[in-house]
């Protein structure tokens, strides 16, 4: 619903093709090179993949969001920072930027040790709300930047986990209210 209204007021949005259009997929994702798989139905970021370059990552996360609804969309990937702003009767009240989980490496723990003394501590912040999946979605990511869960991260080095942003798959949220224009 959001893509059509920004669409029919003549915004950029992202090309969208059906999941179970495989020729309708595989053109979109040979034009733009980039994609992003996602459930149409669904919250807390449950089935999306995001950055797939290859038609064997995109038909794999397609498997993947259909674990949570039927119906799933292949869409352009388009870069950038999740922004959310909160407007009421017409006013800004509130920003905030949505930023993918990291970890930092301490020189002694594996990837998979970082994220589950991570998840232990979120997950007990918010009663079992924000945890980091260890699942295949944070494998690929991890592994395209040349690590695996196994790895062991230099001090103080910063690794992204996942490629989405969403709270309750450990994303983490900044108030930037004060810096709109």
Known sequence: VTL??????????????????????????????????????????????????????????????????????????????????????????AAAVRRPPEVVGDGRSTVRELIERQSRRRAAATGGESRIPLDAEAARCIAAQGHDLDSVLLPDCRLQVRNTANLHTGGTIHDVTAELH
């Not at 007021?9 to 994702?29: I, M, S, Y």
């Open 4 to 93: 059509k209204l920004l669409a029919g007021e003549g915004l950029a949005v992202p090309r969208q093709a059906d999941a179970d259009d495989e020729a309708g997929w595989h053109a979109l994702l040979a034009e733009v090179g980039t994609v992003v798989v996602k459930p149409v139905e669904g919250e807390q970021g449950k089935g999306i993949s995001v950055d797939l370059r290859s038609a064997e990552d995109v038909r794999a996360a397609i498997e993947r969001a259909r674990q949570f609804c039927d119906r799933v969309l292949v869409e352009q990937f388009c870069k950038g920072e999740d922004l959310r702003i909160v407007v009421i009767d017409h006013q800004v009240v």
